[in-house]
Nanobody, 124 residues
């Protein structure tokens, strides 16, 4: 089992930045793919970004490319999401997820473990 705990959400203004953190515990994450998803009220959960834990390679959703950056700190078993130039449409609950099979997918169903989520609200 992998436990995931997100933090760092909050209320910011358009154009501001936030950094989300996701601390993983319970297993070593070698060969895992770690991802960030978000879900706005009344909408489906949306892929934001993922990173391959071992290689560090990344993939981003089209709506966040060039503004968000995903990274990891192997020593701290922590994944980050640096969010710059935030827009009101970025408002959502942000979830950290882990894929034990390392498939590198943007699909929600590919991820085995999920955190509880952290709210990000961007005012205009």
């Amino acid at each position: 089992q992998v436990q995931l705990v997100e933090s760092g959400g909050g209320l910011v203004q358009a154009g501001d930045s936030l950094r989300l953190s996701c601390v993983a515990s319970g297993r070593t994450l070698n060969n895992y793919v770690m991802g960030w998803f978000r879900q706005a009220p009344g909408k489906e959960r949306e892929f934001v970004a993922f990173v391959r834990w071992t290689s560090g390679t990344t993939t981003y959703g089209n709506s966040v490319k060039g503004r968000f950056s995903i990274s990891i700190d192997n020593a701290k078993n922590t994944m980050y999401l640096q969010m710059n130039n935030l827009k009101p449409e970025d408002t959502a609950v942000y979830y950290c997820a882990a894929d034990a099979l390392g498939r590198g997918s943007i699909r929600v169903t590919s991820y085995n473990y999920w955190g509880q989520g952290t709210q990000v609200t961007v005012s205009s």
